[in-house]
């Protein structure tokens, strides 16, 4: 996107520096290249196209059944949101309706993979910061989330919880034994792990005021998800766009008005909490029936767009049949692809020190931006 | 942020006088879907600035060449026999809602609108060889989606800032999506030259 220029490039004190490809914050590729004056950013430039593996031409050459796997390969932190909502686009086209059931387990594996998503990044940013006991700590934590995945769907990434009529797991007994077990142990260390982020000194010091983006910034870059609410953008598509049974489920979206980084770090522990309360919500009022519709479902030639709220925000499929079994177009844009421009307003005046810490903020999925 | 209004239709047929192809749908949550079709789609910019002044964010936008619909003539002809002028006249392209002809080279851009939970969905259709408005004077949004549109399709989307490739090397042909691409030229696309000439290098050396 356009570049925001605050100092003049090509001014003799200026350096470029390039940033990336590799390693920026994570191990996914994305170039940067920044001028700088002094200590601090002058000029963003992103160069981004290093993943880029042409999935929605492949998608095309995919039957709809084929495509739910193809898309939950898209992304790893997210991936059940791409076959949750391709299903849904899919439903929308051939009027189908998911049994209660198979709402509520898609509501489960969708918050399962918020929390460890959320405390996926926010153990990154610990790690940033240079609070390495810190970062190892919450990766503990995540563990037990990873640990409840591998138990519950039988792996702890691709959760294959998805299929087009409902979802393609049950819950039993044992199972719903170890969810709430191991509910019960991570909903104790988040609460902790939110009072060390509130209040430790090392946090603090290098994530308030760091990397801030303004209401009417966000707003312009149409930014979605956490790194949204934290900029006092109210909006959740699970409470704004209710799907599945969201409507009935205790979702608290809470936005912060300072939009720095530490607010983004604190939404996401907050919703890493909250994603606790909605699964035992679920399970609670888990109605007996069918998980899905059986038979392989019928989806005629017509056009659909379904969104559904991934850990890192909106993401909206949009999904047109014709007569083939292979859709004509399916297109999507995750969250991350709005949330990069904002880094340009992020990162203006920042210290180059800090732009590390601000790129992993908007928690950035290159893979998925890219497809 | 706010919903779609209730005289959205009104609203957007005042921003478009060549004319529309509205149709909403409410589900059972209170989340409406709507579709708009443009007749003309040089009042695409009007249409997104009356949308903006209702608030809407601009989601995404997909870029597509939708197939020509089939030909249904073969059975015609056999009960038509005689009818020899029908027969000798070739196919006329299907046309779409404003006129532009379905033929499997038109483009069709949707643009994602978002308002307050609700969708919005705005088509416009543009015949081969022509061009359409970026709607990056209204939405700083479109900036990325329609950088992505131009790199996959032949289409020319004026008046865009920044029109540089966005995902794809400036080195590869343009309009990826419209032709065949083998798969060994896809993926020799991901090494620079220098990789390549390196080998040579070597391998002549080998052979020496």
Not at chain 1, 323 to 345: C, I
Not at chain 1, 360 to 366: E, K, L, Q
Not at chain 2, 98 to 106: R, S, Y
């Amino acid at each position: 996107m356009t570049t925001t220029s605050i100092a003049d490039p090509m001014s003799p004190a200026t350096t470029t520096i390039p940033v990336g490809p590799l390693h920026v914050a994570l191990e996914e590729p994305m170039y940067f290249r920044i001028d700088i004056s002094g200590e601090r950013v002058a000029h963003v430039g992103i160069n981004a196209g290093h993943v880029h593996r042409g999935i929605e031409y492949l998608a095309t050459k995919r039957t709809l059944i084929q495509n739910v796997v193809l898309t939950e390969r898209i992304c790893s932190l997210c991936s059940n949101s791409h076959p949750e909502a391709f299903a849904m686009a899919a439903e929308e086209i051939g009027g189908i309706e998911v049994p209660e059931r198979g709402k509520y387990l898609r509501v489960i594996a969708a918050e399962v993979k918020r929390v460890a998503s959320h405390l996926f990044n926010v153990a990154i940013l610990a790690h940033l910061v240079g609070y390495d006991a810190l970062f190892m700590h919450v990766m503990q934590v995540r563990e037990i989330a990873q640990d409840l995945k591998e138990g519950v769907f039988g792996n702890r990434m691709d959760l294959g919880a998805i299929c087009i009529g409902g979802a393609r797991y049950d819950l039993d007994e044992e199972t719903t034994a170890l969810l709430r077990s191991s509910l019960d142990k991570l909903e104790p260390e988040i609460a902790e792990i939110e009072k060390t982020y509130r209040t430790n000194g090392s946090i603090l010091r290098r994530t308030r005021d760091v990397g801030v983006l303004a209401n009417s910034d966000a707003i312009a870059c149409g930014v979605v998800g956490p790194v949204a609410r934290a900029s006092g953008v109210d909006y959740d598509v699970r409470r704004e766009a209710p799907y599945h049974v969201y409507d009935r489920m205790p979702v608290e979206v809470k936005t912060r008005q300072d939009g720095d980084v530490w607010s983004r770090a604190m939404i996401r522990l907050h919703e890493a909490r909250n994603a606790i309360s909605i699964i035992r919500r679920c399970l609670d009022t888990l109605p007996t029936g069918p998980v899905n519709v059986g038979e392989k479902p019928d989806v005629p030639a017509g056009r659909a767009v379904a969104r559904s709220e991934a850990p890192r925000g909106e993401l909206i499929y949009f999904l047109k049949t014709g007569d083939s079994e292979q859709p004509e177009r399916l297109k999507w844009r995750v969250p991350s692809f709005m949330n990069w421009d904002a880094l340009t307003f992020m990162m203006r005046d920042a210290k180059v020190a800090d732009i590390a810490i601000i790129v992993n903020s908007i928690d950035p999925c290159v893979s998925c931006t890219e497809r | 942020m706010s919903r779609i209004p209730d005289d959205i239709e009104t609203r957007l047929r005042a921003a478009a006088p060549s004319g529309i192809s509205y149709e909403q749908k409410t589900d059972p949550l209170g989340v409406t879907v709507a579709w708009c079709e443009l007749a003309n789609k040089d009042e695409l910019l009007a249409i997104a600035e009356c949308l903006a002044r209702c608030g809407a964010r601009l989601s995404m936008i997909t870029g597509s060449q939708p197939p020509a619909p089939p030909e249904v003539e073969a059975e015609e002809s056999e009960t038509d026999a005689g009818d020899g002028v029908a027969e000798a006249a070739s196919p006329e392209p299907t046309l779409s809602f404003g006129g532009t002809p379905l033929d499997g080279t038109a483009y069709e851009l949707d643009y994602h609108f978002d308002l307050a939970g609700d969708a919005l969905t705005v088509v416009a259709l543009v015949a081969q060889g022509s061009s359409i408005a970026s709607l990056t004077p209204v939405y700083r949004t479109a900036d990325w989606p329609e950088r992505e549109i131009m790199e996959l399709y032949g289409l020319r989307i004026v008046g865009h800032p920044d029109p540089r490739r966005l995902f794809l090397d400036k080195s590869i042909e343009p309009a990826v999506l419209e032709r065949l691409i083998p798969f060994s030229t896809l993926t020799n696309a991901t090494s620079t030259s220098d990789l390549w000439s390196k080998v040579m290098e070597a391998g002549k050396e080998a052979s020496q």
